[in-house]
């Protein structure tokens, strides 16, 4: 039977494809937005649970800390991303003098990265003068092979905007049950627990399911690092009760 494979291997598929490139993915972005947000949010549930205080106030606080969280998650990432660009920048504009002021130089480290590869003698010098023949290739293979870093990378406004927007989506999640009249007392935060459980395993199992790998236990995974910080949260809420003195109303 012939293996299913990910892409074609046609040469022109090929040529199609490196031409193309591999564009921007942000699902690194969504995963890490959906997950804090989520865990972010479980956390101030279970520590108002573990101080025995109302369900209200789990909800105010929770809503407070997801706007405020998302937003910071948001412009941090942008700044991440936007850092990149700027380095990848920097690196360009260095490179382009270096090969205008110092091009020999600039040859030869082209040749010792691939003596490096293994090319040697005449192959190896049809490779660096293909290559230092076109200034932009030139430039290009020293910042991809000299600093290895990608030629382009994610937008930055789009990586934050990512961010932020699945950090709200998937945050709000476990303060939802908190919106249902007919629960009440400890039922909110059992209702909350529920949903969050539910929102990481799935958060975890679409990972796997994206990168191929084994899709229940990266779901199980993801479950057991969010329950992880809201039994601590928990924890930290009950520990510090005795200190609320008369807020403690259930």
């Not at 199609?16 to 972005?29: I, Q």
Request: charged content about 25%; some cysteine; glycine content about 12%.
């Amino acid at each position: 039977m012939k293996a299913s494979l990910e892409h074609s291997h046609d040469k022109e598929d090929i040529r199609k494809r490196l031409r193309d490139g591999h564009g921007s993915s942000y699902l690194r972005d969504a995963i890490l937005g959906g997950i804090d947000g989520c865990v972010t949010t479980i956390a101030v549930v279970a520590s108002v649970a573990g101080a025995g205080l109302p369900g209200m106030i789990a909800f105010v606080l929770g809503v407070a800390s997801l706007v405020a969280d998302a937003l910071s998650m948001g412009v941090s990432n942008y700044q991440a991303v936007k850092s990149d660009e700027e380095a990848r920048e920097r690196l360009r504009r260095q490179e382009e003098k270096h090969v205008d002021i110092v091009p020999d130089g600039e040859r030869e480290e082209i040749r010792e990265i691939f003596r490096a590869k293994g090319f040697s003698s005449d192959a190896l010098e049809t490779i660096v003068e293909t290559i230092c023949a076109d200034r932009k290739l030139w430039v290009d293979t020293m910042i991809k092979e000299e600093y290895g870093l990608a030629l382009d990378g994610p937008t930055a406004w789009k990586a934050g905007c990512a961010t932020f927007s699945v950090f709200m989506g998937v945050g709000a999640l476990p303060l939802l049950p908190f919106l249902v009249p007919y629960l009440s007392g400890a039922e909110y935060f059992v209702a909350s627990g529920v949903v969050t459980a539910l929102a990481l395993f799935g958060i975890g199992w679409i990972k796997g399911w994206v990168l191929d790998t084994r899709r229940f236990q990266a779901g199980l995974e993801t479950l057991l690092m969010g329950g992880g910080a809201a039994a601590v949260a928990f924890l930290f809420g009950f520990f510090l009760e005795p200190m609320l003195g008369d807020l403690r109303l259930g």
